[in-house]
C-alpha cells in the first residue's frame, strides 16, 4: 500500500475525489432544477451519477494496475537494497524486438502499361507546371 501514497498517488486520488463530488453535486443541482419545472434537468440527474461512477470506476482500476504490476514481493520495497548495476556496454532493450521477415523484391516480366505510366510521372515530375494535355507522347485512346 506503501506505493499508493506517493505524491502522484495522492494527486491522483485527490482528483478522482474532487471528480466524483463534482460530479454527484452537479446531479443535485440538476434534481433542484428538474422539480422547478425544467424538464430537460431530469435527464441530466442521472446522468452526472452515472458519470461519479464511471470516476470511481476508472479509479478503483487504476489502484488495481498498479497493486498488481508492483506485485506481493514489491509493496514493501527494501530500503537499503543497492540498485541492481547494468553494463554500460550493453544495449538498452524496452522490451521483446519485434521480427518482420522480408521478402525480397522478385522482378516479373515488364508491362508496358506501368512503364508508360511511370514515364508519364516522370515527365510530369520534370515539368511542375505541364498539363496532361502537353505530354508529348500521350496515347489516344480509341473506342
Same mark, same amino acid.
Given at each position: 500500500?506503501? &506505493?499508493?501514497?506517493?505524491?502522484?498517488?495522492? *494527486?491522483?486520488?485527490?482528483?478522482?475525489?474532487?471528480?466524483?463530488?463534482?460530479?454527484?453535486?452537479?446531479?443535485w443541482?440538476?434534481?433542484?432544477?428538474?422539480?422547478?419545472?425544467?424538464?430537460?434537468?431530469?435527464? !441530466?440527474?442521472?446522468?452526472?451519477?452515472v458519470?461519479?461512477?464511471?470516476?470511481?470506476?476508472?479509479?478503483?482500476?487504476?489502484?488495481?494496475?498498479?497493486?498488481?504490476?508492483? &506485485?506481493?514481493?514489491?509493496?514493501?520495497?527494501?530500503?537499503?537494497?543497492? *540498485?541492481?548495476?547494468r553494463?554500460?556496454?550493453?544495449?538498452?532493450?524496452?522490451?521483446?524486438?519485434?521480427?518482420?521477415?522480408?521478402?525480397?523484391?522478385?522482378?516479373?516480366?515488364?508491362?508496358?502499361?506501368?512503364?508508360?505510366?511511370?514515364? !508519364?510521372?516522370?515527365?510530369? *515530375?520534370?515539368?511542375?507546371?505541364?498539363?496532361? *494535355?502537353? !505530354?508529348?507522347?500521350?496515347?489516344?485512346?480509341?473506342?
Open positions: 500500500m506503501k &506505493g499508493l501514497w506517493t505524491p502522484a498517488w495522492i *494527486a491522483r486520488h485527490l482528483l478522482a475525489l474532487v471528480l466524483t463530488a463534482g460530479c454527484l453535486g452537479l446531479g443541482w440538476q434534481f433542484s432544477r428538474a422539480t422547478n419545472g425544467n424538464s430537460l434537468s431530469w435527464g !441530466y440527474m442521472f446522468e452526472w451519477p458519470f461519479a461512477g464511471f470516476v470511481v470506476f476508472i479509479w478503483i482500476r487504476e489502484i488495481q494496475l498498479h497493486r498488481r504490476k508492483l &506485485g506481493p514481493a514489491d509493496e514493501q520495497p527494501a530500503v537499503d537494497a543497492p *540498485a541492481p548495476a553494463d554500460p556496454d550493453a544495449p538498452i532493450t524496452l522490451g521483446r524486438p519485434v521480427r518482420v521477415a522480408a521478402r525480397p523484391v522478385v522482378a516479373t516480366e515488364s508491362d508496358p502499361e506501368l512503364e508508360a505510366y511511370n514515364d !508519364y510521372l516522370t515527365w510530369l *515530375a520534370a515539368h511542375p507546371g505541364a498539363r496532361p *494535355a502537353d !505530354y508529348p507522347r500521350r496515347r489516344t485512346v480509341t473506342g
